[in-house]
């Protein structure tokens, strides 16, 4: 039986996108004020909660928009995490966060738990997603019945101080994987600060925290164990993220824009070059952006393993991609703007320092391989490798 999906109207997608862009115009000076480590974007993060951005990917029947959550959402979703990143990477982050948060809940949570989440969110409560961990990381422990203890460490837990409802995953005692919802406001835990000390995405406050025996109860455990890398969510999640750094390069090339304007020089011939290659790269990662929304709308209408290969592998193709592409404009802008422009009061600076910083995801290479795999064992030929199954399958 085919799966029926709640739909959401254009004119609610055009709202919340548009809420988006009112956002990132209001969020670059902002940006600039709260480049350092201890301190963090609090009025843009205020902005996102009364724009209904942080409650928009919860379902429909919890009070939501299905945002990202039923098929014809994904391209609403990806623009508003761009226009987000374009205007404050870290905050694009930390959106970033929060929607595969929902996501993992909507997905795993049973109805009690999507209820009971659902209502942290609207009472303003941040959601993250805390994977990240050194040899000293987190393990869960039974103590009775329903109740458990959280310890140990998760390093580049961004938001800290800020997101107070993190998806932590911890080992059990058999070894597995588990999801867990903590609310941190009855947490045990210690953060380190001097553990984040980076280039740039300084205000992400992506610290390390240790867990002291910190209680999770039964509610709080999402999912069964091992299904937070369960596929093709897990590794087509990253075009989420590279839709926040499209946004990082789109904001330098209007920046350059702006620059080369306010001094005159639009009639130099090689800076006219420079900024047709910027937006010839730009223009790309928005059709990369638009493909991948199809492709996940195209899953989501009919969830088969050959239609979630197909995501995970054109998703490494997508974040790649647009990883090329935010650094030959990175490159473009600094030969654009010469070293007078990298300097305070303009922004160039900061946003490479931030984009450089968020590029760095991991895995690049071994995704790049998958990659070149899968198209070796593909009998399709180039012209029919992305498209032949999808067109063939499109109106289902």
């Excluded at 240790?210 to 937070?228: C, D, H, M, R, W």
């Excluded at 750094?245 to 420079?274: C, H, I, W």
Aim: hydrophobic share 40%.
């Amino acid at each position: 039986m085919k799966k029926k999906h709640a739909k959401i109207s254009k004119s609610t997608l055009s709202e919340l996108v548009f809420a988006s862009q009112l956002i990132t115009a209001a969020s670059v000076s902002e940006t600039a004020e709260t480049d350092s480590v201890q301190s963090f974007p609090e009025k843009t993060l205020a902005k996102l909660k009364t724009s209904k951005l942080l409650t928009a990917s919860i379902p429909e029947e919890y009070g939501g928009q299905n945002l990202g959550l039923t098929p014809g959402t994904n391209l609403a979703l990806l623009t508003i995490l761009k226009n987000i990143g374009k205007g404050n990477l870290v905050m694009g982050r930390v959106l970033e966060g929060h929607i595969n948060a929902q996501i993992l809940i909507n997905q795993f949570g049973n109805e009690k738990q999507k209820k009971l989440f659902a209502s942290d969110a609207f009472d303003g409560k941040l959601f993250g997603v805390w994977n990240t961990q050194a040899s000293d990381g987190t393990f869960l422990s039974k103590v009775g019945k329903g109740i458990y203890y959280l310890n140990g460490s998760k390093t580049f837990a961004t938001g800290t101080d800020y997101v107070s409802r993190p998806i932590v995953t911890a080992a059990k005692k058999d070894g597995s994987w588990q999801m867990c919802v903590v609310p941190l406001d009855e947490a045990n835990l210690k953060s380190d600060s001097s553990w984040w000390n980076p280039m740039g995405m300084k205000s992400s406050r992506s610290f390390k925290l240790t867990f002291l025996k910190t209680p999770v109860l039964k509610i709080n455990l999402l999912g069964s164990a091992g299904e937070y890398y369960q596929q093709p969510g897990f590794s087509g999640g990253a075009v989420r993220f590279a839709a926040v750094q499209l946004g990082g390069a789109e904001q330098l090339l209007d920046e350059t824009k702006k620059y080369l304007v306010s001094l005159n020089r639009t009639q130099d011939p090689f800076q006219k070059m420079r900024l047709g290659q910027m937006a010839i790269a730009v223009e790309s990662g928005n059709q990369w952006l638009n493909g991948a929304a199809l492709r996940m709308d195209h899953y989501m209408k009919k969830t088969t393993k050959s239609r979630g290969e197909n995501l995970i592998i054109f998703a490494n193709m997508m974040r790649t991609a647009i990883e090329q592409i935010c650094i030959e404009v990175m490159n473009l802008c600094q030969k654009c703007v010469g070293a007078r422009g990298l300097n305070k009061p303009y922004h160039f600076e900061r946003i490479i320092r931030d984009l450089s910083t968020y590029l760095r995801q991991p895995a690049p290479d071994a995704v790049l391989g998958d990659v070149g795999g899968y198209v070796l064992n593909s009998e399709n030929s180039a012209s029919e490798i992305w498209n032949l199954n999808f067109n063939k399958e499109k109106n289902e």
